[in-house]
């Protein structure tokens, strides 16, 4: 028992010192199919995520997709917790807004199909979850998407 609280504290305190040096979840993820859950199916064979910034002020926060047609595309916003709406992309926007030191919400939508969507974010020292729903031809379909942190 003393072990574990011992693990759990030092986890606890690094996470606290990474969080107050960059920002929670500052870092390199990279998608975990194996635990993540979508009710209409995986949309990718992979995808990284890299958080370069998040704090009080705002988030940085950038993705490369491989989808299942295999034409890997990326996308960058860098945006305050004001929820509202601005260009990740090309094809898509992004509305942020912030709920806790570990936790953010987007809303999002693509500018080609008209796919709006919503999620929660959740930030742990090893992973970050994303909770959401998109609107698929006017049906919400939820997932879950689980993201190992690698740096």
Do not use: C
């Amino acid at each position: 028992m003393g072990k574990l609280m011992m693990s759990v504290a030092i986890a606890t305190a690094a996470f606290a010192v990474q969080a107050h040096a960059e920002g929670v979840g500052v870092g390199k993820y990279v998608w975990n199919a194996k635990e993540s859950h979508y009710s209409t199916g995986a949309y990718t064979t992979q995808q990284t995520m890299e958080i370069t910034k998040n704090d009080k002020d705002g988030i940085a926060v950038s993705q490369v997709v491989t989808p299942l047609d295999g034409k890997t595309f990326s996308w960058h916003i860098e945006a305050p917790y004001d929820d509202k709406m601005r260009p990740g992309s090309q094809w898509m926007s992004f509305a942020f807004s912030r709920i806790s030191d570990n936790q953010f919400h987007d809303r999002y939508k693509m500018n080609d199909s008209g796919i709006e969507g919503e999620e929660t974010y959740t930030i742990t020292p090893k992973k970050l979850t994303i909770e959401g729903a998109a609107i698929i031809k006017g049906k919400k379909e939820p997932y879950v998407e689980v993201w190992d942190r690698v740096e």
